[in-house]
């Protein structure tokens, strides 16, 4: 069964401390990674695709890297406005997409 | 601007009633989902269509049915609403990018 953890749960960060978010994972068959981030009450919001171990997608502050077992969403210099909820997933050959429980993440001025 | 529109943001039903949530894309995406969300339990997958007229079950299809007559269109069914089903549903498409509906918020009574 396809499974993806998100650590840490929390994390609660002073604007412009830089951190780091991991998502492991184990899939059948990887057919693509992703990023989401989601504000409260709303669907989340596509950041990136990663497709292949060694790829990096950047955009603004946020930089997403892959391994073979897992997945980095790294912050820099984070703003009020990256706090959200951070989710990954993991899509199979068989199309099926399997989701963490997400990182929140807090960012006090 | 690409969108995927979910035909109710807020719902409300009675237990027994059969229930309708549509969902609509405009990106000629093959892959459809529907999710449903709950705090604690992050985003479970309902059901999956690939293709027009498949459906594959996702992780906790019971008590859901699901209808894909055209590519653009995915409806969910709940064929007898329960107490149990009150949560966010959250319809998305995947193309090269995913994209997620702003979500429809059901309560039960």
């Known amino acids: 069964e396809d499974q993806v953890t998100q650590s840490p749960e929390a994390l609660r960060l002073q604007e412009g401390e830089s951190s780091s978010l991991n998502c492991s994972y184990t899939v059948s068959g990887l057919r693509g990674l992703f990023w989401y981030r989601q504000d409260p009450g709303k669907g989340p919001e596509f950041l990136f695709t990663?497709?292949?171990a060694g790829e990096e997608k950047e955009k603004e502050r946020l930089k997403a890297t892959l391994t073979k077992k897992e997945s980095f969403l790294h912050i820099t210099a984070p703003k009020p406005e990256d706090s959200a909820t951070y989710l990954c997933a993991v899509q199979a050959y068989d199309y099926k997409l399997s989701f963490g429980a997400g990182t929140t993440v807090t960012v006090r001025a | 601007d690409v969108k995927v529109t979910q035909s109710s943001r807020y719902l409300v039903k009675r237990t027994g009633e059969k229930v309708f949530l549509e969902c609509v894309q405009d990106?000629?995406?093959?892959?459809m989902f529907w999710y449903r969300q709950d705090p604690g339990l992050g985003l479970r997958l309902i059901y999956f269509?690939?293709?027009?007229?498949?459906?594959e079950k996702g992780d906790i299809p019971e008590g859901y049915s699901v209808s894909r007559e055209k590519k653009e269109r995915f409806s969910l069914i709940l064929e007898s609403a329960s107490t149990n089903q009150t949560s966010m549903y959250l319809c998305a498409t995947l193309g090269e990018t995913q994209y997620f509906g702003p979500g429809t918020r059901l309560l039960v009574l």
């Open positions: 269509s690939y293709d027009v007229k498949m459906k």
């Open positions: 990663l497709y292949s």
């Open positions: 990106m000629d995406h093959e892959n």
